[in-house]
């Protein structure tokens, strides 16, 4: 009987310290997670702060281009 009793004893010992580091791994893994997550969100501030800034060159460009066409179209006359 105390053979038994010392048996179940160690296993529950051994299944107590694999939950114990099951459980710090869930919250490594989920540190893991928030850490992606900002840095997602950081990425995606950057994306939309270059497309605003793709978009403004590109008006600028567009914008020279016109201009470009006109001058053009005036030193043709002369």
């Not at 053979?3 to 893994?29: F, G, P, Y």
């Amino acid at each position: 009987m105390n053979r038994l009793v010392e048996t179940r004893t160690t296993e529950l010992k051994s299944k107590d310290t694999q939950v114990i580091e099951m459980e710090a791994e869930i919250v490594s893994i989920k540190n893991q997670v928030v850490s992606f997550e900002n840095e997602l969100n950081h990425l995606k501030c950057l994306e939309d702060k270059y497309k605003f800034e793709n978009s403004d060159l590109q008006m600028r460009i567009d914008g020279e281009s016109g201009k470009n066409h006109e001058l053009n179209a005036a030193i043709t006359d002369l």
